[in-house]
């Protein structure tokens, strides 16, 4: 393969940090001092510090804040594109991609630390159970523990799928929905 060819195409940040919010005493008391809110919004039913109101997961203690992202991209034959992700404790990661038009791509999940065994054609390692491999499309979710981490969506023979030997720029455009929770 000509390694002049290879590029990567972007780079995206997901940032997980937050701050989870807290009810001033305005918005939980009307003017005569009787409690507005439901019993449920009051309530911390998986005991994680944070009130079921302001927790994207309610019924998980290791998890409170959600981020999504959708996006739609083109990824030029033998380039792949990747997004950063920190999680300061154990996480949740959930995917979902189809591809609209082109040949399969492989998604690979990996820990930062093998990134740049993947970019010099070495063997790398990945987390299997959070990556797809030859695919038009799927969805994908699990856990994470601590630490750094890229989810690479590829258009090149570094992984399992290769695009087409027809000396043609096969482009792919792939639509992906991508949920990160901590």
């Given amino acids: 393969m000509d390694y002049s060819r290879k590029k990567v195409l972007g780079m995206s940040t997901i940032s997980l940090s ?16 009787t409690d507005e809110t439901s019993e449920s919004s009051n309530s911390d039913a998986d005991d994680d510090g944070i009130l079921d109101a302001n927790d994207d997961y309610p019924n998980d203690p290791d998890l409170s804040q959600k981020e999504t992202k959708s996006d739609t991209r083109k990824i030029e034959e033998d380039e792949w594109i990747y997004y950063e992700f920190d999680f300061d ?11 609209r038009e082109g040949p399969e791509i ?21 987390k299997s159970a959070l990556s797809a491999f030859e695919s038009a499309g799927t ?25 087409p030997t027809n000396f043609s720029n096969d482009v792919v455009t792939v639509e992906f929905d991508l949920e990160i929770g901590r």
């Fill in 18 to 33: 937050g701050v989870a919010g807290c009810l001033s005493s305005d918005e939980t008391a009307d003017s005569t001092g």
């Fill in 89 to 99: 404790g154990s996480g949740f990661i959930e995917y979902d991609f189809i591809v």
């Fill in 106 to 126: 492989d998604v690979i999940f990996m820990a930062e630390s093998e990134y740049t065994y993947f970019t010099n054609e070495s063997r790398f390692s990945y």
């Fill in 139 to 163: 969805t994908v979710s699990g856990t994470v523990t601590e630490g750094s981490y890229r989810l690479i969506l590829d258009n090149s023979n570094l992984g399992e799928a290769s695009p």
